[in-house]
Protein backbone atom coordinates (compact mmCIF):
# COMPACT_ATOMS: atom_id res chain seq x y z
CA UNK A 1 0.00 0.00 0.00
CA UNK A 2 0.77 3.17 -0.55
CA UNK A 3 0.30 6.51 1.38
CA UNK A 4 0.90 10.30 1.32
CA UNK A 5 1.79 13.10 4.04
CA UNK A 6 1.81 16.48 3.90
CA UNK A 7 3.29 18.45 6.69
CA UNK A 8 1.20 21.36 7.63
CA UNK A 9 -2.72 21.57 5.86
CA UNK A 10 -1.48 26.12 5.75
CA UNK A 11 1.60 27.32 4.99
CA UNK A 12 2.20 30.82 5.31
CA UNK A 13 5.19 32.87 3.76
CA UNK A 14 6.06 36.52 2.78
CA UNK A 15 6.07 37.29 -0.77
CA UNK A 16 9.73 37.07 -1.72
CA UNK A 17 10.51 34.29 1.01
CA UNK A 18 11.25 30.64 0.28
CA UNK A 19 8.56 28.29 -0.39
CA UNK A 20 8.80 25.09 1.06
CA UNK A 21 6.41 22.59 1.41
CA UNK A 22 7.15 18.90 2.72
CA UNK A 23 5.46 15.60 1.55
CA UNK A 24 6.55 12.26 2.93
CA UNK A 25 5.72 9.13 1.17
CA UNK A 26 5.24 5.40 1.63
CA UNK A 27 5.58 2.79 -1.17
CA UNK A 28 6.61 -0.68 -2.02
CA UNK A 29 8.16 -0.46 -4.59
CA UNK A 30 10.57 2.62 -6.14
CA UNK A 31 7.62 5.10 -6.40
CA UNK A 32 6.48 7.98 -9.04
CA UNK A 33 6.00 11.30 -7.85
CA UNK A 34 3.72 14.56 -8.15
CA UNK A 35 3.21 18.05 -6.99
CA UNK A 36 -0.67 18.96 -8.40
CA UNK A 37 -1.74 23.15 -7.56
CA UNK A 38 -5.24 23.78 -7.26
CA UNK A 39 -5.78 27.82 -7.68
CA UNK A 40 -9.01 28.62 -5.81
CA UNK A 41 -12.72 27.05 -7.88
CA UNK A 42 -10.37 25.46 -10.56
CA UNK A 43 -9.32 21.71 -11.04
CA UNK A 44 -5.80 20.02 -10.25
CA UNK A 45 -2.45 21.39 -12.47
CA UNK A 46 0.77 18.98 -12.60
CA UNK A 47 3.26 21.24 -11.39
CA UNK A 48 6.02 18.74 -11.52
CA UNK A 49 6.64 14.70 -11.63
CA UNK A 50 9.55 12.38 -10.73
CA UNK A 51 10.11 9.00 -12.63
CA UNK A 52 13.15 7.90 -11.84
CA UNK A 53 15.31 9.84 -13.88
CA UNK A 54 17.11 12.81 -12.23
CA UNK A 55 16.51 13.33 -8.24
CA UNK A 56 16.07 17.18 -8.85
CA UNK A 57 12.85 18.00 -10.67
CA UNK A 58 11.88 21.11 -12.44
CA UNK A 59 8.77 21.77 -12.87
CA UNK A 60 6.37 24.93 -13.94
CA UNK A 61 6.11 28.57 -12.48
CA UNK A 62 9.28 28.14 -10.64
CA UNK A 63 8.67 25.24 -8.60
CA UNK A 64 11.26 23.05 -7.87
CA UNK A 65 11.53 19.28 -6.15
CA UNK A 66 13.68 17.03 -4.77
CA UNK A 67 13.08 13.10 -4.68
CA UNK A 68 15.39 11.92 -1.02
CA UNK A 69 15.31 7.87 -1.01
CA UNK A 70 16.86 7.70 2.13
CA UNK A 71 14.19 10.28 3.49
CA UNK A 72 11.15 9.34 1.70
CA UNK A 73 10.33 12.88 0.94
CA UNK A 74 9.50 14.58 -1.81
CA UNK A 75 9.40 18.62 -0.74
CA UNK A 76 8.69 21.08 -3.21
CA UNK A 77 10.31 24.51 -3.27
CA UNK A 78 10.31 27.97 -4.69
CA UNK A 79 13.43 30.36 -4.14
CA UNK A 80 11.22 33.56 -4.32
CA UNK A 81 6.77 33.57 -3.72
CA UNK A 82 4.92 35.87 -5.55
CA UNK A 83 1.33 36.75 -4.89
CA UNK A 84 -0.11 34.49 -8.00
CA UNK A 85 1.18 31.14 -6.06
CA UNK A 86 -1.66 31.24 -3.43
CA UNK A 87 -3.20 28.03 -4.09
CA UNK A 88 -3.53 23.94 -2.88
CA UNK A 89 -0.76 22.31 -3.67
CA UNK A 90 -1.29 18.27 -3.30
CA UNK A 91 1.65 15.70 -3.55
CA UNK A 92 0.87 12.06 -4.55
CA UNK A 93 2.55 9.19 -5.20
CA UNK A 94 1.98 6.33 -7.64
CA UNK A 95 3.48 2.95 -8.29
CA UNK A 96 2.87 2.71 -11.87
CA UNK A 97 3.64 6.25 -13.17
CA UNK A 98 -0.08 7.66 -12.30
CA UNK A 99 -1.51 5.30 -15.04
CA UNK A 100 -4.47 3.03 -14.61
CA UNK A 101 -3.97 1.67 -10.85
CA UNK A 102 -4.65 4.98 -9.43
CA UNK A 103 -2.78 7.73 -7.39
CA UNK A 104 -3.06 8.45 -3.65
CA UNK A 105 -3.10 12.29 -2.85
CA UNK A 106 -2.40 14.01 -0.11
CA UNK A 107 -5.00 16.12 1.90
CA UNK A 108 -3.38 19.18 0.59
CA UNK A 109 -1.41 22.40 1.72
CA UNK A 110 -3.36 25.79 1.50
CA UNK A 111 -0.47 27.87 0.96
CA UNK A 112 -1.03 32.05 1.48
CA UNK A 113 1.56 34.43 0.29
CA UNK A 114 1.71 37.50 2.85
CA UNK A 115 1.55 40.66 0.96
CA UNK B 1 -8.17 21.42 -27.59
CA UNK B 2 -10.84 21.34 -24.71
CA UNK B 3 -8.97 18.97 -22.48
CA UNK B 4 -11.06 17.25 -19.89
CA UNK B 5 -14.61 18.95 -19.55
CA UNK B 6 -17.31 18.57 -17.05
CA UNK B 7 -21.41 19.17 -17.08
CA UNK B 8 -22.81 20.70 -15.14
CA UNK B 9 -20.28 22.79 -13.24
CA UNK B 10 -22.68 23.33 -10.43
CA UNK B 11 -25.75 21.35 -8.88
CA UNK B 12 -28.57 21.59 -5.81
CA UNK B 13 -30.18 18.14 -5.58
CA UNK B 14 -33.03 17.33 -2.81
CA UNK B 15 -32.18 14.28 -0.74
CA UNK B 16 -33.07 11.10 -2.96
CA UNK B 17 -33.09 12.48 -6.05
CA UNK B 18 -30.93 11.15 -9.01
CA UNK B 19 -28.61 12.69 -11.44
CA UNK B 20 -25.77 12.12 -13.98
CA UNK B 21 -22.31 14.17 -14.00
CA UNK B 22 -20.89 14.22 -18.04
CA UNK B 23 -17.16 13.86 -18.29
CA UNK B 24 -15.15 14.26 -21.82
CA UNK B 25 -11.86 14.35 -22.91
CA UNK B 26 -10.43 15.18 -26.05
CA UNK B 27 -6.40 13.88 -25.89
CA UNK B 28 -7.18 10.73 -26.79
CA UNK B 29 -6.82 9.17 -23.29
CA UNK B 30 -6.90 5.63 -22.44
CA UNK B 31 -7.73 5.96 -18.54
CA UNK B 32 -10.14 8.22 -17.14
CA UNK B 33 -10.86 8.53 -13.18
CA UNK B 34 -13.57 10.39 -10.93
CA UNK B 35 -12.86 11.59 -7.90
CA UNK B 36 -14.33 13.91 -4.62
CA UNK B 37 -12.94 16.29 -2.90
CA UNK B 38 -14.24 16.99 0.65
CA UNK B 39 -12.39 19.66 2.95
CA UNK B 40 -9.04 17.97 4.57
CA UNK B 41 -9.71 14.87 3.08
CA UNK B 42 -8.12 15.56 0.03
CA UNK B 43 -9.00 13.31 -3.33
CA UNK B 44 -10.53 10.10 -3.23
CA UNK B 45 -10.76 8.41 -6.04
CA UNK B 46 -14.84 6.75 -6.28
CA UNK B 47 -14.02 4.87 -9.60
CA UNK B 48 -11.94 4.52 -12.79
CA UNK B 49 -11.78 3.72 -16.10
CA UNK B 50 -8.50 2.16 -17.50
CA UNK B 51 -9.71 1.64 -20.77
CA UNK B 52 -12.65 1.47 -23.33
CA UNK B 53 -15.24 -0.94 -21.89
CA UNK B 54 -13.89 -1.16 -18.34
CA UNK B 55 -14.57 -0.02 -14.85
CA UNK B 56 -13.15 -0.59 -11.57
CA UNK B 57 -14.05 0.80 -8.35
CA UNK B 58 -12.04 2.72 -6.32
CA UNK B 59 -11.68 4.23 -2.46
CA UNK B 60 -15.38 5.75 -2.41
CA UNK B 61 -17.67 3.76 -4.54
CA UNK B 62 -20.48 3.26 -2.90
CA UNK B 63 -23.93 5.33 -3.74
CA UNK B 64 -22.41 5.84 -7.49
CA UNK B 65 -22.36 4.12 -10.65
CA UNK B 66 -19.99 4.81 -13.79
CA UNK B 67 -20.20 4.14 -17.51
CA UNK B 68 -17.51 4.81 -19.72
CA UNK B 69 -19.77 5.35 -22.96
CA UNK B 70 -16.73 5.29 -25.19
CA UNK B 71 -13.29 6.01 -24.95
CA UNK B 72 -13.71 10.39 -24.75
CA UNK B 73 -16.86 9.78 -22.07
CA UNK B 74 -17.03 8.65 -18.39
CA UNK B 75 -19.96 9.78 -17.02
CA UNK B 76 -20.95 9.53 -12.62
CA UNK B 77 -24.42 8.50 -11.79
CA UNK B 78 -25.90 9.29 -8.40
CA UNK B 79 -28.80 7.00 -8.16
CA UNK B 80 -30.60 8.51 -5.18
CA UNK B 81 -28.24 11.52 -3.70
CA UNK B 82 -27.64 11.49 0.18
CA UNK B 83 -25.98 14.68 2.07
CA UNK B 84 -23.43 13.34 2.42
CA UNK B 85 -22.50 13.00 -1.23
CA UNK B 86 -22.62 16.68 -1.35
CA UNK B 87 -18.95 17.40 -2.51
CA UNK B 88 -17.11 18.60 -5.30
CA UNK B 89 -16.40 16.03 -8.23
CA UNK B 90 -13.33 15.65 -10.95
CA UNK B 91 -12.79 14.17 -13.43
CA UNK B 92 -9.59 13.05 -15.23
CA UNK B 93 -7.88 11.17 -17.70
CA UNK B 94 -4.43 10.19 -18.37
CA UNK B 95 -2.17 7.94 -20.60
CA UNK B 96 1.01 5.88 -20.25
CA UNK B 97 3.72 8.54 -19.66
CA UNK B 98 1.49 11.96 -19.51
CA UNK B 99 0.73 13.41 -16.31
CA UNK B 100 -3.21 13.20 -14.77
CA UNK B 101 -5.33 15.62 -16.20
CA UNK B 102 -8.34 17.24 -14.20
CA UNK B 103 -11.80 18.64 -15.48
CA UNK B 104 -12.77 22.14 -13.44
CA UNK B 105 -15.21 20.30 -11.33
CA UNK B 106 -19.01 20.02 -10.41
CA UNK B 107 -19.95 21.53 -6.99
CA UNK B 108 -22.82 19.32 -5.74
CA UNK B 109 -25.09 20.02 -2.80
CA UNK B 110 -27.98 17.87 -1.79
CA UNK B 111 -30.17 18.81 0.37
Known amino acids: AQSVTQLGSHVSVSEGALVLLRCNYS??????LFWYVQYPNQGLQLLLK??????LVKGINGFEAEFKKSETSFHLTKPSAHMSDAAEYFC?????????????FGKGTHLIIQP | NAGVTQTPKFQVLKTGQSMTLQCAQD?????MYWYRQDPGMGLRLIYY???????DKGEVPNGYNVSRLNKREFSLRLESAAPSQTSVYFC??????????FGPGTRLTVL
Open chain 2, 49 to 55: SASEGTT
Open chain 1, 27 to 32: SSVPPY
Open chain 1, 50 to 55: YTSAAT
Open chain 1, 92 to 104: AVSDSGGGADGLT
Open chain 2, 92 to 101: ASTSAGTGRF
Open chain 2, 27 to 31: MNHNS
